[in-house]
T-cell receptor, first 111, second 115 residues
Framework: DQQVKQNSPSLSVQEGRISILNCDYTNSMFDYFLWYKKYPAEGPTFLIS?????DKNEDGRFTVFLNKSAKHLSLHIVPSQPGDSAVYFCAASAQGGKLIFGQGTELSVKP | DTAVSQTPKYLVTQMGNDKSIKCEQN?????MYWYKQDSKKFLKIMFS???????INETVPNRFSPKSPDKAHLNLHINSLELGDSAVYFC??????????????FGAGSRLTVL
């Protein structure tokens, strides 16, 4: 019973193009959504978040979009760089501050 | 100057053994967590402590026992290890929320392999 799902296990894009990573959730009570980035043999590191009352948050090359009616969020990376190659986790914040994670999408940015 | 450090990074052991993973954070955070990343890659919360007090305890077998001697440390002890315990265990910490997202800072993970 996964409340946060990332249905694409992998994504490959060309350097300079846009990367779009998707995430779906089931619980309408989540108050924040976060994206984490993970390199091999390292822990996840925080990238960007969005409040459930917003529909967009932007930080440099990273933009997160939230569609509450569809219970869907996406992370856009423009332009994509080879150093962005990593596993990206979507997470949702539940009551008590608990973060519920998806299973991750592995992004590969090719030069 | 690692913010959240876990030891050991790798642990290989036999079924039935008892093992511990240690975690320390130097961020001054109030809350610490243990997450498990299983073979399906989901990161699932196991426990959360706030100022040494257990606040989240998911449906984890009793063989797993967290211990928090102070708010900078949260150790995980596992008794009678089973094959299914093989996973990567991540420790994390966060500051108490006033408002805004609860941003966790993770350690590098401890890969446990049970043979």
């Amino acid at each position: 019973d996964q409340q946060v799902k990332q249905n694409s296990p992998s994504l490959s894009v060309q350097e300079g193009r846009i990367s779009i990573l998707n995430c779906d959730y089931t619980n309408s009570m989540f108050d924040y959504f976060l994206w984490y980035k993970k390199y091999p043999a390292e822990g996840p590191t925080f990238l960007i978040s969005i409040s459930s009352i917003k529909d967009k948050n932007e930080d440099g090359r990273f933009t997160v979009f939230l569609n509450k009616s569809a219970k869907h969020l996406s992370l856009h990376i423009v332009p994509s760089q080879p150093g962005d190659s990593a596993v990206y986790f979507c997470a949702a914040s539940a009551q008590g501050g608990k973060l519920i994670f998806g299973q991750g999408t592995e992004l590969s940015v090719k030069p | 100057d690692t913010a959240v450090s876990q030891t050991p990074k790798y642990l290989v052991t036999q079924m039935g053994n008892d093992k511990s993973i240690k975690c320390e954070q130097n961020l001054g955070h109030d809350t610490m967590y243990w997450y498990k990343q299983d073979s399906k890659k989901f990161l699932k919360i196991m426990f959360s402590y706030n100022n040494k007090e257990l606040i989240i305890n998911e449906t984890v077998p009793n063989r797993f026992s967290p211990k928090s001697p102070d708010k900078a440390h949260l150790n995980l002890h596992i008794n009678s290890l089973e094959l299914g315990d093989s996973a990567v265990y991540f420790c994390a910490s966060s500051q108490a929320r006033g408002s805004g997202a609860n941003v966790l800072t993770f350690g590098a993970g401890s890969r446990l392999t049970v043979l």
